[in-house]
């Protein structure tokens, strides 16, 4: 089944479908979406990782000492 099949398809459950149906799509759909983003930003760290772009504890806590020295001010 092709793509527009399958939007047909659940554009046909999601108009007949009652609000426990319509939650757990919304749940799946939800954490489907996030779990691409996380793993989105997981490759671009193993990329980051590989191409050396990384800091070090010590540089990381510098960092973060300089942003909230910039917002007291």
Known sequence: ???LELREEL???IETA???FLKALHKTAKSYIEQR???KMIA???EDIKARRIHSQAE???MIES???KKSQ
């Open 11 to 13: 554009r046909k459950y």
């Open 18 to 20: 009652d609000g426990n």
């Open 1 to 3: 089944m092709g793509t």
């Open 67 to 69: 942003w909230t020295e």
């Open 44 to 46: 671009e760290g193993e």
């Open 60 to 62: 990381v806590k510098k």
């Open 37 to 39: 983003h996380y793993d």
